[in-house]
Nanobody
């Protein structure tokens, strides 16, 4: 079992930056793939970014590519999502997720564990 806790969300003006953190506890985190997803009101949960466990390969959604960087520090059992040039359409609850295969999938269904989410609100 892995427990995930996100933090770092908040209210920011358009063009601003935020860094989200995801701290894991429980089973060994460094063999899991980690993903960030988001869900806006009335919309489905969507993929933002993911990172594999071994080589740290990264993949990004087209909507955030160039504005977002995913990273992880396995020594700290923590993953990060650095976001810049934020837009009002980035407003959503952001979720961290972990998957056992370590592949860093973009699919919601691939993930075994989820955090409770952290709210990001971008004002225009």
């Amino acid at each position: 079992q892995v427990q995930l806790v996100e933090s770092g969300g908040g209210l920011v003006q358009a063009g601003g930056s935020l860094r989200l953190s995801c701290v894991a506890s429980g089973r060994t985190f460094n063999t899991y793939g980690v993903g960030w997803f988001r869900q806006a009101p009335g919309k489905e949960r969507e993929f933002v970014a993911a990172i594999t466990w071994s080589r740290g390969n990264k993949v990004y959604a087209d909507s955030v590519k160039g504005r977002v960087t995913i990273s992880r520090d396995n020594n700290k059992n923590t993953a990060y999502l650095q976001m810049s040039s934020l837009k009002p359409e980035d407003t959503a609850i952001y979720y961290c997720a972990a998957e056992k295969l370590g592949a860093g999938s973009s699919s919601v269904s691939a993930y075994d564990y989820w955090g409770q989410g952290t709210q990001v609100t971008v004002s225009s």
